[in-house]
């Protein structure tokens, strides 16, 4: 149950990433600093991602 939880979370960074690069393509012709301030959270989301997905199949292999 704890690692569905956990993978739930990994794609939620990625609907962020995804939401957050739809906004720097409806950003970028008016706000550019905003489209740019949305640049990092995608970067940041998929970090986090990244990490996330690291962590739970750490967890994963130490419960084995």
């Known amino acids: 149950m704890r690692h569905k939880i956990y993978r739930l979370f990994e794609y939620g960074y990625i609907a962020m ?4 690069v739809y906004l ?3 950003n970028w012709e008016e706000n550019r600093q ?3 301030m949305f ?3 995608s970067v940041v989301a998929v970090g986090m991602y990244l990490f996330k997905r ?3 199949k750490n ?3 130490r419960s084995k």
Do not use: C, K, P
């Not at 990433?17 to 957050?20: D, H, Y």
């Open 34 to 36: 905003r489209a740019y």
């Open 54 to 56: 690291w962590f739970r």
């Open 59 to 61: 967890m994963e292999n």
């Open 39 to 41: 640049i990092i959270f």
């Open 24 to 26: 720097v393509l409806t």
């Open 17 to 20: 990433a995804g939401f957050s």
